[in-house]
């Protein structure tokens, strides 16, 4: 262990349920290491001799996103599993239990439907070429109107960023782009959040709610509090920022997809990112 330095991956010969670690920082006579199934761990050198991972073993989507997890102690970290037990607690049948589906899934549901009969490419598109601009504002707001995911204070920032005719152009022209633009999906994301910027609502949850109903297969959706509760609880960097920003929504995306492969691997089977969301929503009310 004395050749250990600091990002090996390592196992504990006698913890074998600690899984992977990520050595965070090795001294004289310690060393710090992240272990996948429990969290952080300081070690004494004298008495244990840590086998380093090699190959295909050493891999971790976790270990690899890592957050500040040198900072926390053990007992902060939440594993997927340990999650999971939290959330049968409130719903008992997982994803498919009736309370999960008429307190969390439903209405993101309703709302996605609506959103590809109300703001599909060829309907957005019809609108805009007609100089319609308001129209689609105002299918924009019902469609959010179906969510649960704005605040009433939310909703009324956005409802009042779209009176004017030139914001109500600005936001059809960037929204269309986001959704059904031929450019990378970063640029997307950027001119979108340029757009909110120029109507004053510049924020996570209008940045990220009408990629994520329109695409939630694909698309995360952002609440700043949420985010960064979960994030912490399950030490994973996220890179958060005030401001909507690519590198932060990336990250973020990223997670999602490492709880929804954890999830499946557990067999409690999310549909969508929709299921994932409310599932980060547990995470964060600990």
């Given amino acids: 262990m004395n050749n250990l330095t600091q990002g090996d991956r390592v196992f504990h010969p006698n913890q074998k349920g600690w899984g992977l670690g990520k050595v965070l920082n090795v001294s004289n006579d310690n060393i710090d290491v992240f272990f996948v199934g429990t ?9 244990v001799q840590l086998e380093i991972a090699e190959g295909a073993a050493a891999k971790h989507r976790l270990l690899d996103n890592l957050g500040d997890a040198s900072q926390m102690g053990g007992a902060d970290y939440v594993t997927p599993a340990m999650a999971i037990e939290r959330f049968l607690k409130t719903h008992s049948d997982g994803f498919a239990s009736p309370s999960f589906l008429k307190d969390e899934r439903d209405a993101s549901v309703r709302a996605h439907q609506f959103c590809i009969q109300l703001l599909g490419e060829t309907e957005i598109s019809e609108l805009i070429a007609e100089q319609r601009y308001q129209d689609v504002c105002d299918r924009a707001r019902h469609v959010e109107s179906m969510t649960k ?3 009433k204070g939310e909703k009324t920032a956005f409802y009042s960023a779209l009176d ?6 600005t936001f059809s022209l960037s929204l269309a782009a986001l959704l059904y633009g031929t450019d990378s999906e970063e640029d997307r994301f950027k001119g979108f959040v340029r757009a909110l910027d120029l109507l004053g609502v510049n924020r996570w949850p209008y940045a990220t709610l009408f990629g994520f109903i329109r695409f939630p297969q694909e698309r995360a959706y952002i609440k700043p509090t949420v985010i960064q509760h979960a994030a912490k609880a399950l030490c994973w960097r996220i890179n958060y920022k005030v401001e909507p920003n690519w590198r932060s929504y990336a990250a973020v995306l990223r997670l999602y997809s490492y709880l929804r492969t954890s999830l499946l691997e557990e067999g409690l089977m999310p549909r969508d990112m929709i299921d994932v969301q409310s599932f980060i929503w547990s995470i964060s009310q600990k």
Avoid: D, V
């Avoid at 969290?39 to 008495?47: H, I, M, N, V």
């Avoid at 004017?164 to 152009?169: H, V």
């Fill in 149 to 151: 995911l704005l605040t």
């Fill in 39 to 47: 969290g952080a761990k300081r070690l004494s050198k004298s008495f």
């Fill in 164 to 169: 004017t005719p030139m914001n109500q152009k």
